[in-house]
């Protein structure tokens, strides 16, 4: 069985940090692009970064270019989110997924929250 | 504001059909495959369509996708309360170096 399962949200300060992991099971991770998207409250799903199989490539919504990095570590079957100098606007749930756009396989979502 | 437009919103009874739209342009949707989420908060976005047409096995054939040009569909047949959820296109923008979804539709079946 097919599992993501999203770690590491909470609240942040304007201006920290925070990251989020994603641990994959159920199926060869290193064979599949890996994608973050978020849904803020009230608003629809956003994409936010993707990271090819080997971490060669990785893209991202222009509004967290510079400041969000995704990374994997294919032998810990594992994918990330490092989230700096976050806004408000931030604030929203994150859900890892598999596929270049998110597919079949979604996580439950991690409620990452950005207020003083 | 998405590069990718939707209606707001749809509604139909129970039995009947109801399409939603995605209007984008030659840098997303013309020249890309566009995937249909399903999506009640809180819960995991539900995978509906995949390369335009293609629906993931388990996905009804009530449920089906088209593209043509700039634009793509979701159709949906035999509604049922259950269908009740936001409904998101999305594809890859070769322009923007970026995946992008559209703004989401609600579906009210009546």
């Known amino acids: 069985e097919v599992l993501l399962v999203e770690s590491g949200g909470g609240l942040v300060q304007p201006g920290g940090s925070l990251r989020l992991s994603c641990a994959a099971s159920?199926?060869?991770?290193?064979?599949?692009?890996m994608t973050w998207v978020r849904q803020a409250p009230g608003k629809g799903l956003e994409w936010v970064a993707n990271i090819k199989q080997d971490g060669s490539e990785k893209y991202y919504v222009d509004s967290v270019k510079g400041r969000f990095t995704i990374s994997r570590d294919n032998a810990k079957n594992s994918l990330y989110l490092q989230m700096n100098s976050l806004r408000g606007e931030d604030t929203a749930v994150y859900y890892c997924a598999r596929g270049r756009l998110g597919g079949p396989y979604w996580g439950q979502g991690t409620l990452v929250t950005v207020s003083s | 504001q998405s590069v990718l437009t939707q209606p707001p919103s749809v509604s139909a009874a129970p039995g009947q059909k109801v399409t939603i739209t995605c209007s984008g342009s030659s840098s997303n949707i013309g020249n890309n495959y566009v995937s249909w989420f399903q999506h009640l908060p809180g819960t995991a976005p539900k995978l509906l369509i995949y390369?335009?047409?293609k629906r993931p096995s388990g996905i009804p054939d009530r449920f089906s996708g088209s593209r043509s040009g700039t634009s793509a569909t979701l159709g949906i047949t035999g509604l049922q309360t259950g269908d009740e959820a936001d409904y998101y296109c999305a594809t890859w923008d070769s322009s923007l170096s970026a995946g992008v979804f559209g703004g989401g539709t609600k579906l009210t079946v009546l």
């Open positions: 390369e335009d047409d």
């Open positions: 159920g199926f060869t991770f290193s064979t599949y692009w």
